[in-house]
């Protein structure tokens, strides 16, 4: 107790000093700045953009993407995006399954986090991204640690990212990447959802576009209609193996249906001081390919994006948003590097024609409820 008393003794004496200190010496030469004081100061030197209500507005519809670009994304552009950079591989059991022309089959791997008792969770999960809706599909081995979290919580956070080389260069490139965060909930389909007509749909859909991407499931599933016509028979013969998959216990069966989708595209970003980036990701040699990087993108995408970019900066709004944005400079001290050796800065690789510089990085998609 007498250690405690000595203690705090110390401590006041301390305060006191430092507090007859701090009176006797200039403040502005000794105080720590303020967060307002860092703020005026990243104001002046072009850091942070003045437009204060413009940025948060977008932080709070966009969820993000404010300080990365001037435009933002359509929502016709923002599911393209995520269409392409899900499209997973060419294997199909059947053709005849394939969700649309493009020739994909949507199979992606994924990471999931979830919580339980504010203990987060990550875990790893194949998925079928349903091109229509754009819901996650899922079938999973019943006790595994995914199943067992989503299970008690449905709530999930599930991302997927993939990091490239330009050129298949060997030098690796941070920049030259993509990637899309779900957030949602899990639908965990049961035997009562056989009972109603919705239910089965549901269920049909996930079996229709879940099983042709996968060899030995799919000679199964297919198995159960091979050769009948008629189409109650064949919806009867995938009602009995959906049946036997969900009665066995085996295997759990769900579904993510997301709240927001965030898309983020950093290959568009223009960060070194030459905006090597920017520059690359725009040229167009004679002889060689049409967009410099080889980014695991169709170019029928690549040339949306340039599209869209282009009728934003073709209207006198548009291009009056853009020159507004980048005033200040994007990356300052960057850009100002850029003038003085004549590579091209931000603004100007935004109102390049022939690029998709100046959209956003990052884009959130809201689906309708």
Request: charged fraction near 20%; glycine fraction near 8%; include cysteine.
């Amino acid at each position: 107790m007498m250690m405690k008393k000595f203690a705090a003794l110390i401590l006041a004496l301390l305060m006191l000093a430092c507090t007859a200190c701090a009176e006797s010496t200039d403040a502005t030469s000794t105080a720590t700045p303020t967060d307002e004081a860092f703020h005026e100061w990243a104001l002046a030197n072009g850091y942070v953009k003045i437009e204060t209500d413009a940025i948060s507005s977008a932080t709070e519809n966009k969820a993000g993407g404010v300080n990365y670009g001037a435009i933002e994304w359509s929502e016709e552009l923002q599911v393209t995006a995520i269409k392409e950079f899900l499209k997973g591989g060419h294997y199909l059991g059947s053709a005849d399954f394939a969700q649309d022309d493009s020739g994909y089959n949507y199979r992606e791997m994924y990471q999931m986090a979830t919580s339980r008792n504010n203990v987060p969770s990550n875990t790893n999960l194949e998925l079928v991204l349903d091109a229509d809706n754009l819901h996650l599909l899922g079938v999973s081995e019943a006790g595994t640690t995914k199943t067992i979290e989503f299970q008690r919580n449905p709530k999930v956070s599930i991302s997927w990212c993939r990091q490239i080389r330009p050129e298949e260069e060997e030098v690796y490139n941070y920049y030259c990447s993509y990637g899309v965060q779900y957030d949602g909930e899990v639908r965990i389909y049961t035997a009562a959802d056989l009972e109603t007509e919705e239910g089965q749909n549901a269920l049909l859909n996930l079996f229709d576009k879940y099983y042709p991407t996968l060899a030995s499931n799919w000679g199964a599933y297919s198995a159960t209609f091979a050769g009948k016509t008629d189409e109650a028979e064949i919806r009867a013969g995938k009602l009995g193996y959906i049946t036997n998959s969900l009665s066995s216990g085996a295997m759990v069966i769900y579904e993510v249906i997301p709240t927001r989708i965030v898309v983020t595209a950093p290959f568009l970003m223009n960060m070194s001081p030459s905006m090597a980036n920017g520059a690359r990701f725009t040229a167009v040699q004679e002889g060689e390919p049409k967009y410099a990087y080889t980014l695991g993108l169709t170019e029928g995408f690549l040339d949306k994006l340039v599209a869209f970019k282009n009728e934003f900066i073709s209207t006198e709004e548009g291009l009056a948003a853009v020159n507004a944005y980048y005033s200040t400079g994007m990356y300052p001290m960057l850009d100002g590097l850029c003038a003085t050796y004549g590579a091209p800065t931000s603004l100007q690789l935004a109102l390049q024609e022939n690029s998709a510089a100046g959209l956003k990085t990052q884009t959130t998609y809201i689906p309708a409820k």
